[in-house]
Nanobody, 133 residues
Framework: QVQLVESGGGSVQAGGSLRLSCVASGYIIGGNSCMGWFRQAPGKGREGVATIKNTGNASYADSVKGRFTISQDNAKDTLYLQMNSLKPGDTAMYFC??????????????????????????WGQGTQVTVSS
């Protein structure tokens, strides 16, 4: 049984930083693993923030590029999201997600399908991030 537990949310002023963590149990980081962070603000739909492949290759939403960094520690089974230069618009519940993705051949190279549009199978309960102006 896969469990994802997020932590690290809180309230900060604009310009501040937070680091979110997601500890995964029953889930193996490596092989064809694909993990990500999503967020949902009140009254809005869920938005992809960042994803990371087993290789460490990451993808980001345009709204967070240059400010957020996703990373993973295989030894600790933990996913991170470092958030800098936070804005009030970043206020949302942040969710950790994980799945095992297939490989496809693109331009003759096996490529893991892992990005912001990936359907993730496993989800955490979320951690609240509030940024005040």
């Amino acid at each position: 049984q896969v469990q994802l537990v997020e932590s690290g949310g809180g309230s900060v002023q604009a310009g501040g930083s937070l680091r979110l963590s997601c500890v995964a149990s029953g889930y193996i980081i490596g092989g064809n693993s694909c993990m990500g962070w999503f967020r949902q603000a009140p009254g809005k739909g869920r938005e992809g923030v960042a994803t990371i492949k087993n290789t460490g290759n990451a993808s980001y939403a345009d709204s967070v590029k240059g400010r957020f960094t996703i990373s993973q520690d295989n030894a600790k089974d933990t996913l991170y999201l470092q958030m800098n230069s936070l804005k009030p618009g970043d206020t949302a519940m942040y969710f950790c997600a994980a799945t095992y993705s297939p490989y496809v051949v693109i331009d003759g190279q096996p490529t893991l399908l892992c990005g912001l549009k990936t359907n993730f199978q496993y989800w955490g309960q979320g951690t609240q991030v509030t940024v005040s102006s």
